[in-house]
């Protein structure tokens, strides 16, 4: 009698085969491919997401290196955000928004995440690179016109420091904009100050915010620095 192999594939399908010795079953694979996999791209799921599915407006996802970082809504512990390393699938978990958040970016040359709640509110977090700890780098509120209907969004400084290793040679800059008006923060003048501080107190801090008004609505923002000797 010759070999005959079956493959269980998970069907509703019946095998029928007659009694003999050199019956082989075996399991199929289940298989990776998916819908925009291609010859020379291949997708791998990192994270399901099985929260409550509802509209989101703004930026939901951000990315640096092997650091992903997403916002979703989960009935227990309300708006967060879930940082995931793809590599080690470590991941740490950002609550406690008083407001949902609208948007999030990594820093290019930091692993910093800057996150903007629905009223403004600017909270910057330091995240390992291997996604072992977050913690806060600063925190700042109570933002003008902070309850507007309009979405606020932040873009870092794509600046890169000469001497990453000198701390006075590094600057860690963000740009806040809503509606017609544009906040450049620098953030490492205002951590030296503290790690949580209203806009007002930010404000005073010399050289820490400068705030430019547009005579049309900002959909997009640019952001390069210079030095100049």
Known sequence: MLNKIYVLDGSDGVIKFANGNNVSLSLALESQTRERDSARIHT?????????????????????????????????????????????RNRRLIKGFSKAPVDLRFATHLPLLA??????????????????????????????????????????????????SDPSDVVNMVALFKKNKVYVVNLSILKERGSRMTFEEALAVEEAILSVEMEEVILRLLFSYFTFE
Request: glycine share 6%.
């Open 115 to 164: 996150v903007v709640d629905g009223e403004s509110n600017l909270h910057v977090y330091s995240v390992t690179a291997d996604c072992q700890d977050v913690e806060t780098y600063i925190t700042i509120m109570n933002w003008p016109d902070g309850s507007s209907d309009s979405t606020p969004r932040v873009v870092w400084c794509p600046y890169v420091a000469e001497n990453p």
């Open 44 to 88: 791998t799921t990192i994270s399901d997401y099985k929260g409550d599915i509802r509209a989101l407006k703004g930026r939901f996802l951000a990315v640096q290196g092997d650091l992903i970082a997403f916002r979703f809504f989960n009935e227990n512990t309300g708006d967060v955000i879930r940082i995931i390393n793809r590599v080690s």
